[in-house]
């Protein structure tokens, strides 16, 4: 059976564009629950879910250096927000290292809302862009936007050494930084996000690397690290189990 699910993603304000990657929403209309591989992309995640007839429940997501199970219930829907890494210390005011590989849930008055309907995508975006420019801090260091930016623009295919240089930081406040505000190394960083933009090519079929690796092998060793499959396996993305690669297409 297709694992197919309703999707809607929408870009974040451009004025926010340095802390939010996207929004977006998986709504299962059917009755029987639908299974999916999550891969890890380099952002984390606010989630919002809903099962029919009963109350929204909010949760945290860390940042992910698996493969991990998601299952989505029958009549649910599931809205999140895409945090970039900045986000963490401005806009959550804290940090997320304690929170690798898992999820938190949250209060449901988080950050004063009172959100009791997940169905109207574009209101519920609005909403929450709007407590967002509320919440964002004033004050932001340059050296660390200036970090992220030049990550994201490379998509990791970068050194801690060429980091270091462009931003004017040390390797070893970098590496303090990334321990105790995401809790893990910027060298794993990198790799995750090099990994994220091989997506592109593999829900394309392509199965050969066009990111900075250095051969076909060390690509297929990143690749089983974080997903747990072949490149070829992925590519296929059999029955929609990767939704990540499912729904590049409908950005």
């Known amino acids: 059976m297709?694992?197919?699910?309703?999707?809607?993603?929408?870009?974040?304000d451009p004025l926010l564009s340095d802390f939010i990657k996207c929004y977006w929403s998986v709504h299962n209309p059917d009755e029987q629950e639908k299974i999916f591989s999550i891969l890890p992309d380099g952002y984390f995640d606010l989630l919002f879910r809903a099962i029919k007839g009963e109350s929204v429940r909010l949760s945290l997501s860390g940042l992910w250096n698996r493969e991990t199970e998601s299952v989505v219930p029958g009549n649910s829907i599931v809205f999140g927000i895409s945090f970039k890494l900045p986000a963490s210390e401005y806009v959550l005011k804290e940090s997320i290292a304690e929170l690798v590989n898992t999820e938190v849930d949250l209060p449901a008055d988080f950050w004063g809302l009172t959100i009791s309907d997940l169905t109207n995508f574009d209101d519920l975006t609005n909403i929450l862009e709007e407590k967002i420019r509320q919440r964002l801090c004033k004050n932001t260091d340059n050296r660390k936007l200036h970090l992220f930016a030049t990550l994201y623009a490379t998509n990791g295919s970068i050194t801690a050494e060429e980091v270091s240089n462009t931003i004017l930081w040390s390797n070893r406040q970098i590496s303090q930084y990334f321990k105790d505000q995401f809790g893990i190394s910027l060298k794993s960083y990198c790799t995750i996000l090099r990994y994220?933009?091989?997506?592109?090519h593999l829900s394309e079929k392509e199965r050969y690397p066009q990111q900075n690796y250095s051969d076909q092998a060390h690509f297929i060793r990143e690749v089983r690290k974080y997903s747990g499959v072949t490149p070829s396996v992925l590519a296929e993305n059999e029955n929609n189990r990767f939704i990540q690669l499912s729904t590049l297409k409908k950005k």
Request: net charge neutral.
């Open 2 to 12: 297709t694992n197919l699910v309703e999707y809607q993603r929408a870009a974040p």
């Open 196 to 200: 994220r933009a091989s997506f592109d």
